[in-house]
């Protein structure tokens, strides 16, 4: 067994509760550039405690190659038959381990393997950007269709807005991925939104917690008015690409 382990910077974020490992391994951290070493550590220990959440995000990872292989293959079929692309981009994210360990602390639940998969449901997201609230709703019902796909939840804040503003509709789907010996289903969250609802919440985002303070009321309301005046700019620009596809 390795008496010392040496690890790049970036071969720590996949490792999740890796501070907890090495306060109960009583491991030292000196920080040398960009190379840690990691002192009397056990290395197959190490490898044992934290194979099973590199393997679980693996399993994530690949969800999202294959939702976004979904919703790719949508875009052509739609731009061969309508000629156009409902889908203007794809963005795919896992959570990072920080933050998944805080959403179970949250709910006063123990950071295993297991209920990462039973409680965590947006480690793997993807997020769908389209031209119009109805290309939306066209994706949705056509992904709905799909045999191999599951609709576990759905959350539409297009139709009916957060009270800060906040558009968008969310999917939490179960999607098979096949490894070399069996297929395991994995769930995904999948936010749908269009141009516009993407630039409001970006935005909304850096302005809002940029700072660590609770943002004024003045502020919020100015927000919502504008997230409002967006929601009326998506169906306006929607009704005239209906009238300019009916000349």
Request: glycine share 2%; aromatic share 8%; charged share 30%.
């Amino acid at each position: 067994m390795c008496s010392q382990l040496v690890l790049r910077r970036f071969a720590l974020k996949p490792i999740l509760c890796y501070n907890i490992f090495m306060e109960k391994n009583n491991i030292r951290i000196t920080d040398d550039g960009e190379i840690n070493f990691f002192e009397n550590v056990d290395s197959d220990l190490f490898i044992e405690k934290t194979m099973p959440y590199m393997e679980l995000m693996m399993k994530y990872g690949c969800a999202l190659k294959e939702i976004t292989t979904k919703f790719e293959v949508l875009n052509s079929e739609f731009s061969l038959l309508y000629n156009r692309n409902p889908i203007e981009s794809i963005k795919t994210r896992l959570k990072r381990p920080r933050s998944i360990m805080a959403k179970l602390a949250k709910h006063g639940i123990p950071v295993t393997v297991q209920n990462i998969r039973e409680n965590v449901f947006d480690v793997a997201g993807a997020r769908i950007i389209c031209s119009f609230p109805h290309d939306i709703y066209s994706l949705v019902e056509m992904l709905k269709k799909q045999d191999d796909i599951t609709v576990l939840k759905v959350k539409d804040y297009i139709s009916n807005p957060k009270p800060n503003g906040y558009r968008s509709l969310h999917l939490i789907v179960e999607i098979p991925i096949f490894l070399s010996d069996r297929k395991e289903n994995v769930v995904v969250e999948v936010q749908l939104r269009t141009i516009a609802m993407d630039f409001w919440a970006s935005l909304e985002h850096k302005l809002k917690y940029k700072k660590n303070t609770d943002t004024p009321e003045e502020i919020v309301d100015e927000l919502r008015e504008c997230a409002d005046e967006i929601g009326r700019l998506d169906l306006k620009m929607q009704e005239i690409h209906k009238r300019i596809e009916n000349l």
